[in-house]
């Protein structure tokens, strides 16, 4: 039998094995939590969901998405030909073995595109370790098989170089299969799976789907302690990952020199997994300022813990911004996995940071994280006599305040919004004293006890009035009572002021007038960008009032966090840098003269940033700048003479 008529015999010998690592793997899955999933929906839409949804973010590294697109289309090209070979007439047919050939040429081509890629230098943000060995494997495998093929194809007779083709490509592509559990190649099962499986499918079909899960609060353990404490499925997507350190790069804690990597994370929960893990094999950017851990796992052994895997601080560093999540081109949910962790901590061990036990403490005592009276979340509008739909009963626009109504710096901008409804004559309303905190900073912080009583207790409120939308300046505000109150029974029309303003200015209700000689750089909210999808409203507003808008070098869904989410400002998690003076870095570096933002916790951090900087505006202090800048010129314009008869004009006889 000559050494093309072999090659389909290693092909299937590669599958076998591949299929028996891949097993050995599929076993811990197992033990994780049932999940339920729509396999014949998530099986149907894998080719989309691979070929679209995956390469649309692997797109935005051009080299990486030509690179893959090469070399895994060859890979599955020459060992799908290469195993039809097998059939008697294919397999005796020079211009199908040609067409092997010629597959693996192109997988060839893809070797030395993944080579290039690592060596002689690796990127700092791609992982080494068994990741160097494989464009080795792949280049046998694709250089031993176009040997064999090849040479079959042309008709030349030369049996010691055909049969080292054989070998090459045997050695090559059972290396490749070897590493399906524990080596680069796992992710392509393991990604597959997840893609069809996925914990969010609704994130491919145009969702945000960015909300938590409501947690069982009669369930025997709280909160996610093991690995066997993770759906099933979660298990996958851990193993999806290929390292790229696209997480990595876009993480505000990990630039910030906090003892966070998302990557690092997902490889040592992915390690935990196997039965006396440990994380030695890890061969990428590890924690900044790292905390020293045993580095020891198990399905059933605790995670976080110095005798663990992960350090409690690693877990606390993060802002829950979700940059993680937008980047992977896996579409892993890396934020799900540490609030499910965080959950654990605080609600089964109450081990929290201890300025974030005080704020939970004020929280569950007095429904504000500041413990403040709910009745002076008002005392910013003295003077402007806000309606109470206590006494009003209903309104059009219920406004919800926020967190950010207790700070006076805020206090500012929620005037200005005030203003700019009675002058554009809006119905609106306040709850006043009956409106509680939203719970985001409490489930943030994985005290969902607390979240689901302030949700409820915030429904049953609601409820008791009649209004047509709720609106507010505050994103996080926004997220909990539009996307995570459906859960507790509260399905709310809730708009950001930002849409709500350009709806005014477009329907002609709000007459803007001009700041134009203003430079603005707009500063997106991660959780009104990333998590709600809304990054057209804020800039459509600034272009209507005439700023000349600068872009900074992140922004929209890819826009670079505060640092205020999560809790991360309460956990206060120490570093080499702060995160808004990195972005506030980023600001300056565009030459505006003003940061734009529109979040009550973006105010608060960047106006927190010292030394010389642009200064920090909301965009309805510079709305109702422009409208009041358009009063003025128009109080200024000399009255219009009545028009002349036409008999006055013409000359007299």
Same mark, same amino acid.
């Given at each position: 039998?000559?050494?093309?008529?072999?090659?389909?015999?290693?092909?299937?010998?590669?599958?076998?094995?591949?299929?028996?690592?891949?097993?050995?793997?599929?076993?811990?899955?197992?033990?994780?939590?049932?999940?339920?999933?729509?396999?014949?929906?998530?099986?149907?839409?894998?080719?989309?969901?691979?070929?679209?949804?995956?390469?649309?973010?692997?797109?935005?590294? *051009?080299? #990486? @998405?030509?690179?893959?697109?090469?070399?895994? $289309?060859? &890979? +599955? %090209? =020459?060992?799908?030909?290469?195993? !039809?070979?097998?059939?008697?007439?294919?397999?005796?047919?020079?211009?199908?073995?040609?067409?092997?050939?010629?597959?693996?040429?192109?997988?060839?081509?893809?070797?030395?595109?993944?080579?290039?890629?690592?060596?002689?230098?690796?990127?700092?943000?791609?992982?080494?370790?068994?990741?160097?060995?494989?464009?080795?494997?792949?280049?046998?495998?694709?250089?031993?098989?176009?040997?064999?093929?090849?040479?079959?194809? *042309?008709? #030349? @007779?030369?049996?010691?170089?055909?049969?080292? $083709?054989? &070998? +090459? %490509? =045997?050695?090559?592509?059972?290396? !490749?299969?070897?590493?399906?559990?524990?080596?680069?190649?796992?992710?392509?099962?393991?990604?597959?799976?997840?893609?069809?499986?996925?914990?969010?499918?609704?994130?491919?079909?145009?969702?945000?789907?960015?909300?938590?899960?409501?947690?069982?609060?009669?369930?025997?353990?709280?909160?996610?302690?093991?690995?066997?404490?993770?759906?099933?499925?979660?298990?996958?997507?851990?193993?999806?990952?290929?390292?790229?350190?696209?997480?990595?790069?876009?993480?505000?804690?990990?630039?910030? $020199?906090?003892? +966070?990597?998302?990557?690092?994370?997902?490889?040592?929960?992915?390690?935990?997994?196997?039965?006396?893990?440990?994380?030695?094999?890890?061969?990428?950017?590890?924690?900044?300022?790292?905390?020293?851990?045993?580095?020891?796992?198990?399905?059933?052994?605790?995670?976080?813990?110095?005798?663990?895997?992960?350090?409690?601080?690693?877990?606390?560093?993060?802002?829950?911004?979700?940059?993680?999540?937008?980047?992977?081109?896996?579409?892993?949910?890396?934020?799900?996995?540490?609030?499910?962790?965080?959950?654990?901590?605080?609600?089964?061990?109450?081990?929290?940071?201890?300025?974030?036990?005080?704020?939970?403490?004020?929280?569950?005592?007095?429904?504000?994280?500041?413990?403040?009276?709910?009745?002076?979340?008002?005392?910013?509008?003295?003077?402007?006599?806000?309606?109470?739909?206590?006494?009003?009963?209903?309104?059009?626009?219920?406004?919800?305040?926020?967190?950010?109504?207790?700070?006076?710096?805020?206090?500012?901008?929620?005037?200005?919004?005030?203003?700019?409804?009675?002058?554009?004559?809006?119905?609106?309303?306040?709850?006043?004293?009956?409106?509680?905190?939203?719970?985001?900073?409490?489930?943030?912080?994985?005290?969902?006890?607390?979240?689901?009583?302030?949700?409820?207790?915030?429904?049953?409120?609601?409820?008791?009035?009649?209004?047509?939308?709720?609106?507010?300046?505050?994103?996080?505000?926004?997220?909990?009572?539009?996307?995570?109150?459906?859960?507790?029974?509260?399905?709310?029309?809730?708009?950001?002021?930002?849409?709500?303003?350009?709806?005014?200015?477009?329907?002609?209700?709000?007459?803007?007038?001009?700041?134009?000689?203003?430079?603005?750089?707009?500063?997106?909210?991660?959780?009104?960008?990333?998590?709600?999808?809304?990054?057209?409203?804020?800039?459509?507003?600034?272009?209507?009032?005439?700023?000349?808008?600068?872009?900074?070098?992140?922004?929209?869904?890819?826009?670079?966090?505060?640092?205020?989410?999560?809790?991360?400002?309460?956990?206060?998690?120490?570093?080499?840098?702060?995160?808004?003076?990195?972005?506030?870095?980023?600001?300056?570096?565009?030459?505006?003269?003003?940061?734009?933002?529109?979040?009550?916790?973006?105010?608060?951090?960047?106006?927190?940033?010292?030394?010389?900087?642009?200064?920090?505006?909301?965009?309805?202090?510079?709305?109702?700048?422009?409208?009041?800048?358009?009063?003025?010129?128009?109080?200024?314009?000399?009255?219009?003479?009545?028009?002349?008869?036409?008999?006055?004009?013409?000359?007299?006889?």
């Amino acid at each position: 039998m000559t050494p093309a008529a072999l090659l389909p015999y290693v092909v299937l010998a590669m599958l076998a094995l591949a299929a028996l690592q891949a097993w050995r793997r599929f076993r811990h899955w197992r033990a994780g939590r049932p999940a339920l999933v729509d396999w014949a929906r998530g099986l149907v839409a894998l080719p989309k969901r691979y070929l679209v949804d995956v390469h649309h973010v692997v797109a935005r590294d *051009a080299y #990486a @998405s030509r690179m893959h697109m090469v070399v895994a $289309g060859g &890979l +599955l %090209a =020459a060992s799908a030909l290469s195993v !039809l070979t097998a059939v008697p007439p294919l397999g005796q047919s020079r211009i199908w073995l040609g067409l092997v050939a010629l597959a693996f040429a192109v997988t060839l081509a893809g070797a030395l595109l993944v080579g290039a890629r690592r060596y002689p230098q690796r990127p700092r943000r791609l992982s080494g370790g068994r990741f160097q060995i494989l464009p080795i494997l792949l280049l046998a495998y694709a250089l031993g098989g176009l040997l064999t093929a090849g040479l079959a194809a *042309a008709g #030349a @007779s030369l049996p010691p170089l055909s049969a080292l $083709g054989l &070998l +090459l %490509a =045997a050695a090559g592509g059972l290396g !490749l299969a070897w590493q399906v559990r524990a080596g680069p190649m796992r992710h392509a099962l393991a990604g597959a799976i997840h893609l069809a499986a996925h914990p969010r499918p609704g994130r491919f079909e145009g969702e945000r789907a960015s909300a938590l899960r409501p947690l069982d609060l009669d369930a025997p353990k709280l909160g996610v302690e093991t690995p066997a404490d993770l759906a099933w499925n979660q298990l996958a997507g851990l193993d999806a990952c290929i390292q790229c350190g696209r997480c990595e790069t876009a993480c505000p804690a990990f630039a910030a $020199g906090q003892p +966070l990597n998302p990557k690092r994370l997902i490889q040592d929960l992915a390690a935990a997994i196997a039965p006396e893990a440990d994380n030695r094999h890890y061969a990428g950017s590890p924690y900044p300022e790292a905390r020293p851990v045993a580095g020891i796992g198990g399905l059933t052994r605790p995670v976080i813990g110095a005798d663990a895997m992960i350090h409690p601080d690693t877990l606390w560093s993060c802002t829950t911004c979700r940059a993680c999540v937008e980047e992977c081109p896996m579409m892993i949910e890396h934020v799900d996995a540490i609030v499910g962790l965080r959950r654990f901590q605080t609600l089964e061990l109450g081990a929290v940071p201890m300025k974030a036990a005080e704020t939970l403490g004020e929280l569950r005592g007095a429904d504000e994280p500041g413990g403040r009276a709910l009745a002076a979340r008002t005392d910013f509008a003295a003077g402007l006599d806000l309606p109470r739909l206590a006494d009003t009963g209903t309104c059009d626009v219920l406004l919800w305040l926020g967190e950010g109504a207790y700070d006076l710096r805020y206090g500012r901008t929620l005037r200005a919004l005030v203003t700019l409804l009675r002058r554009a004559g809006v119905d609106f309303a306040v709850l006043g004293a009956e409106e509680r905190d939203c719970g985001d900073t409490a489930r943030r912080l994985g005290d969902e006890a607390t979240f689901q009583r302030l949700a409820r207790d915030n429904v049953a409120t609601l409820t008791r009035y009649r209004f047509a939308r709720i609106l507010t300046a505050d994103p996080h505000a926004l997220h909990a009572l539009r996307n995570e109150y459906p859960a507790f029974g509260g399905t709310f029309d809730v708009v950001h002021h930002t849409a709500f303003l350009l709806e005014l200015i477009e329907a002609g209700r709000l007459p803007a007038g001009s700041v134009a000689g203003l430079s603005v750089a707009y500063h997106d909210p991660c959780y009104l960008g990333r998590y709600n999808g809304e990054v057209e409203a804020p800039r459509a507003l600034l272009d209507r009032i005439g700023a000349e808008r600068r872009e900074m070098a992140r922004s929209g869904r890819r826009s670079m966090c505060c640092g205020g989410g999560g809790g991360a400002p309460i956990s206060d998690i120490a570093g080499e840098r702060r995160i808004p003076d990195i972005r506030m870095g980023q600001a300056k570096d565009t030459g505006a003269g003003i940061v734009a933002v529109a979040c009550p916790t973006c105010t608060a951090m960047l106006e927190g940033v010292t030394g010389e900087r642009p200064d920090v505006r909301d965009i309805a202090e510079l709305v109702l700048q422009a409208v009041d800048a358009g009063a003025q010129a128009a109080s200024a314009r000399p009255p219009v003479a009545a028009a002349m008869p036409m008999s006055a004009l013409e000359p007299a006889e």
